[in-house]
């Protein structure tokens, strides 16, 4: 038996105004000819399929293209959990329909915890797979007059790691001589982060213990963009994002796990994911910058390559940033999404592209603004805020 573990898809994703469904695309592409390849007879998705929760149509389309794909091959099982980006009701329209076609989705908790065991056979091999979605502070714990912010943290990490040892004793009961792999969407301690999971929203549950999980024979993990080992199990794995976030996992080796079972024993091994777009972070003067960019024109990309660019000069004058800004807009060979200047003798000037102030994130401000009030923002005040932003997106959705 033959599975595929990914996450953390992110369809609709921006990068700097910019719009991702052609890597996106080559992606699932990508995934399905992988998929014909090796005949794979399931795919586990471990959470945060959509980067906002209520996607556009273009997004969800390609999402649904690729599902319709998926049907028509070998794959037999199809397994989507939910992830703190995605709205349970967006994941969960269409559940029943195609809980028909052997693809479940479990956009959040069910009322009932055995409802998340997905049990499948192919010849011997026998699987069952706990398919458990983001946890929300509501589905784990209930507000107490008077707690503490650390208090709460705790009981809601407890009570995490007790739901997910229920399932297991479920599984246990129900499933005892299966194969047993858990999907989860959260943060474990010694994990690796990336800049985009500053924009995390954690839900209040903070980092969880990898050693308290239950020993299930393999933990298929989502919320961390970089593909990673936990705790030095390779039975405890970050697939990570299949396209890079942010310029910080530029270098990264994006990939998805296969999972092989074999006579009741698992293995697991990395399917690199092929680069689709270069991303590239360029410092240095205006010579050096320039020098850079040239280099780019002789290489091969099969799309535009998308630049950050930081001059530094020990003096910058108006006209040279004049100038810099008519060179970029000559370039033919790359895009530069982003770029700034640093002085040791003037003020450090930042000049994003595009400048239209619709084109800027709104969490782009909100980082901004607190450096500029000098405020540190903990998980605490980003929670906070992204609640806010995540109400204010409802209430828009409802009275629209």
Request: net charge negative.
């Amino acid at each position: 038996m033959r599975i595929i573990h990914t996450s953390d898809w992110h369809i609709g994703q921006r990068l700097y105004s910019k719009e991702r469904q052609e890597e996106h695309q080559f992606f699932f592409d990508f995934l399905l000819s992988k998929i014909s390849e090796l005949e794979i007879d399931a795919l586990l998705v471990s959470g945060d399929i959509f980067d906002v929760a209520y996607p556009s149509n273009s997004s969800e389309e390609i999402y649904y293209n690729f599902l319709t794909k998926l049907i028509k091959t070998n794959c037999r099982t199809i397994i989507i959990t939910g992830g703190n980006h995605d709205s349970i009701s967006t994941l969960n329209a269409p559940q029943k329909i195609l809980q028909h076609l052997n693809i479940y989705i479990f956009g959040g908790l069910e009322s009932e915890l055995s409802r998340h065991l997905i049990h499948f056979r192919k010849d011997n091999e026998d699987c069952v797979v706990a398919a458990i979605p983001f946890l929300r502070e509501k589905d784990l714990i209930k507000s107490v007059p008077g707690q503490t912010y650390e208090a709460r943290q705790d009981s809601i990490r407890n009570e995490l790691i007790n739901l997910y040892q229920s399932v297991y004793q479920i599984s246990e009961e129900k499933y005892n001589k299966s194969i047993k792999i858990f999907m989860g969407h959260f943060h474990t301690d010694g994990s690796l982060l990336s800049e985009s999971e500053r924009e995390i929203h954690f839900g209040n549950l903070g980092v969880v213990n990898a050693g308290k999980l239950p020993k299930a024979d393999y933990w298929a993990l989502g919320h961390i963009h970089k593909p990673q080992i936990i705790a030095g199990n390779e039975f405890i794995r970050y697939s990570g994002s299949p396209i890079p976030l942010s310029f910080s996992e530029r270098a990264d080796k994006k990939s998805v796990v296969l999972i092989n079972i074999e006579d009741g024993k698992l293995n697991t091994q990395n399917i690199e994911i092929p680069a689709y777009r270069l991303l590239k972070r360029i410092k240095g003067s205006f010579k050096e910058v320039g020098n850079e960019l040239e280099k780019i024109k002789i290489e091969t990309h099969n799309s535009m390559p998308w630049l950050e660019i930081v001059i530094s000069e020990e003096e910058i004058d108006a006209q040279q940033i004049s100038d810099f800004k008519e060179y970029l807009e000559n370039l033919k060979n790359c895009e530069v999404l982003k770029y700034k200047f640093e002085s040791t003798n003037t003020k450090t000037l930042d000049q994003p592209i595009p400048e239209k102030l619709e084109d800027i994130s709104a969490d782009d401000l909100f980082n901004y603004f607190a450096s500029k009030k000098g405020i540190a923002l903990n998980n605490e005040i980003i929670s906070a805020y992204k609640e806010i932003v995540q109400q204010i997106l409802t209430e828009k959705k409802e009275n629209a």
